[in-house]
């Protein structure tokens, strides 16, 4: 059973950065690929991006492609948002999850944590 625990959130000042950490449990981690998705009040969830199991190759949003980097550590079952550059619209609960594909699409992941709150002040 896939099992995922976000952390890393908390209030920042625009143009700053934070890091995110996602640990999985519970399943074969190096199989998954690993995204990163956010959702705002009143806004459907958002893909960030996503990184191949091998750490590889990556997929971002055009949001914030530039400004965040994704990355993993297989032998800690552990997926990273590096978030460079924040701005205000940035602020969301941010989740991981795993997925068979290097997809963008919320309906190909599945094992949802129960997110960290990023807030981006200005």
């Known amino acids: 059973q896939v099992h995922l625990v976000e952390s890393g959130g908390g209030l920042v000042q625009a143009g700053g950065s934070r890091r995110l950490s996602c640990v999985g449990s519970g399943f074969t981690f190096s199989d998954y690929f690993m995204g990163w998705f956010r959702q705002a009040p009143g806004q459907e969830r958002e893909f960030v991006g996503v990184t191949s199991r091998s750490g590889g190759d990556t997929l971002y949003a055009a949001s914030v492609k530039g400004r965040f980097t994704v990355s993993r550590d297989n032998a800690k079952n552990s997926v990273y948002l590096q978030m460079n550059s924040l701005k205000p619209e940035d602020t969301a609960v941010y989740y991981c999850?795993?997925?068979?594909?290097?997809?963008?699409?919320?309906?190909?992941?599945?094992?949802w944590g129960q997110g960290t709150q990023v807030t981006v002040s200005s």
């Open positions: 999850a795993a997925s068979m594909a290097l997809a963008s699409t919320p309906q190909l992941y599945g094992g």
